[in-house]
């Protein structure tokens, strides 16, 4: 099993701790729209073009991000909520060099956890030592409290729609609870499993013209990823496709995904949620003190 890069969890502290996290929830309303294939993707593109990323795998009861990426994990998070190992103890290091945080498949107690056991899942990440520039979060599907947490935790939440009746009526029913009980009122729509190039402008339009009757809330698309058999042969081969086959359309689509969340705004300071790396907002924006004279 690889470990994790030692240098960059020692060296944390010389390198800038404080500095402002990119974190992205990446859900959709019902499975199989693609998520963790994003979600991986995504994260090879961003460690590709330099950036220090995070994998959290936030399906807490049927993990898979470690399945898809061909790891074997030693520790969980399961290790975590015991008591037994620390977040940064149960990092993984991925082939393609962005770090991995393992959650457990058939987990009772992680499945099973309360809103403060969430909370105090969502706050251990300001203890983790390693630097950070970006982390995904991987949500499982559905409206679980989990994917509540973990979606209203984050900056920027990316729903994932494919054009099929239930992926849409399941994404409306997300983003309808995210932004009427939790207060999330932006959305990144990617369209995913796109048949035909240029389908997920309209696949969006869609899906906006009908948040827009009912929903106050602002959508934003973020592009599409083509059907690809290339991916699918990537997922069989347990290595994201942007790094097995770098020219396929979906490799290609993944990278402009890549660079546009790049551009993404970090919040100038914290929104009064909970958030992943508060503290490192908080930092970010404190007034500087002066002496009145």
């Known amino acids: 099993m690889p470990s994790p890069d030692l240098n960059l969890i020692n060296?944390?502290?010389?390198?800038?701790?404080?500095?402002?996290?990119?974190?992205?929830?990446?859900t959709g309303g019902k499975g199989g729209v693609g998520k963790t294939s994003v979600s991986?993707?995504?994260?090879?593109?961003?460690?590709?073009?330099?950036?220090?990323?995070?994998?959290?795998?936030?399906?807490?009861?049927?993990?898979?991000?470690?399945?898809?990426?061909?790891?074997?994990?030693?520790?969980?998070?399961?290790?975590?909520?015991?008591?037994?190992?620390?977040?940064?103890?149960?990092?993984?290091?991925?082939?393609q060099g962005f770090l991995v945080v393992p959650a457990a498949s058939g987990a009772a107690e992680l499945v099973n956890m309360g809103a403060a056991e969430h909370l105090g899942l969502v706050q251990a990440f300001s203890?983790?030592?390693?630097?950070?520039?970006?982390?995904i979060v991987d949500t499982a599907a559905g409206i679980a409290h989990s994917v509540l947490q973990f979606s209203q935790a984050c900056q920027h939440v990316v729903v994932v729609i494919c054009d099929e009746p239930a992926s849409l009526?399941?994404?409306?029913?997300?983003?309808?609870?995210?932004?009427?009980?939790?207060?999330v009122n932006r959305f990144r729509v990617l369209a995913n499993q796109m048949r035909v190039p240029g389908a997920g402008t309209e696949?969006?339009?869609?899906?906006?013209?009908?948040?827009?009757?009912?929903?106050?809330?602002?959508?934003?698309?973020?592009?599409?990823?083509?059907?690809?058999?290339?991916?699918?042969?990537?997922?069989r081969e347990q290595r994201p496709v942007y790094e097995a086959y770098?020219?396929?359309?979906?490799?290609?689509?993944?990278?402009?995904?890549?660079?546009?969340?790049?551009?993404w705004p970090v919040p100038a300071g914290p929104r009064g949620n909970i958030e992943f790396f508060v503290e490192r907002l908080v930092r970010r924006t404190a007034p500087r003190l002066e002496t009145v004279t």
Do not use: C
């Open 127 to 135: 203890t983790l030592a390693a630097r950070v520039d970006v982390m």
């Open 203 to 235: 696949l969006f339009q869609r899906f906006e013209r009908v948040t827009a009757r009912f929903l106050d809330v602002v959508l934003e698309f973020a592009g599409e990823i083509p059907e690809d058999e290339y991916l699918r042969r990537s997922v």
């Open 246 to 263: 770098p020219s396929s359309p979906a490799a290609r689509a993944f990278k402009k995904l890549a660079q546009r969340a790049d551009t």
């Open 169 to 183: 009526t399941d994404a409306y029913a997300l983003v309808k609870v995210l932004s009427r009980n939790h207060g």
């Open 11 to 26: 060296n944390a502290k010389l390198n800038g701790l404080s500095q402002p996290v990119q974190v992205i929830a990446v």
């Open 40 to 95: 991986v993707n995504l994260a090879a593109a961003l460690a590709a073009s330099g950036k220090r990323v995070v994998l959290l795998d936030g399906d807490l009861g049927l993990a898979n991000a470690d399945v898809f990426l061909g790891l074997s994990p030693r520790y969980t998070l399961a290790h975590v909520i015991s008591g037994e190992r620390t977040l940064d103890e149960i990092l993984v290091t991925a082939p």
